[in-house]
Each structure stands twice: as structure tokens, then as C-alpha cells.
């Protein structure tokens, strides 16, 4: 893969059809956890998303940065929940009731 079509982020971006959150979960996993490589690059990930970090309250507060700074948190949430919470495998037939 190019450089070019790494940072193509146009309607190729779109996950392929059929990809599951068993998909994401295991594509996660492999990408950060496999190698020492991938797991510096999470820790840099989660550094620069301040997620073990709370923006202190200091007067004046700035909605808008503590925001920002929230913002950053929520991602770095979002990719440690991707790595860490497996999928909930779904029943392959509904339970009926008995009659009684």
C-alpha cells in the first residue's frame, strides 16, 4: 500500500461489508498487542489522547479546551475498549417459551 492510498479517506474508507465486532476485536488486538511494535505505538496512542491524564480544573476554566482535552480521552477510551471488551457471541436460535 502506498503512502497515497493509506491517506485516501474517501468512500474506500467505509469497513468492507460483513465486518463484525468480532472482526474489529481481533483486528485490534493483532495490530497492538501481537508485537512490541504495536504496543509502544498504543502506549504513544494513549499518551497523546491524555487518557490515564485529568485535565486539572484551574481557574479560569475553558469550556472549550476541557472539551478538547475530553475529546482526546474519548478516543483513546475508544480504541483501549476496542482492544480489551471481546464481542458477546449472539445465540444462533431465539429460546422459545414453554407452554404450560
Known amino acids: 500500500m502506498t503512502t497515497d ?3 485516501d479517506f474517501g ?5 468492507p461489508e460483513g465486518y463484525t465486532a468480532d472482526d474489529s476485536y481481533r ?6 498487542l501481537d508485537d512490541e ?9 494513549l499518551n497523546w489522547t491524555r487518557m490515564f491524564q485529568v485535565t ?17 480521552r474519548h478516543i483513546g477510551a475508544l480504541i483501549r475498549h476496542a482492544i480489551t471488551t471481546e464481542p458477546k457471541q449472539r445465540p444462533t436460535k431465539a429460546r422459545s417459551k414453554k407452554s404450560g
Open 5 to 7: 492510498e493509506l491517506f
Open 11 to 15: 468512500p474506500s474508507a467505509i469497513l
Open 27 to 32: 483486528d485490534f488486538r493483532r495490530v497492538f
Open 37 to 45: 511494535a504495536g504496543q509502544r505505538v498504543l502506549s504513544q496512542i
Open 56 to 72: 486539572p480544573p484551574r481557574p479560569p476554566i475553558d469550556p472549550y479546551l476541557l472539551a478538547y482535552h475530553e475529546g482526546e
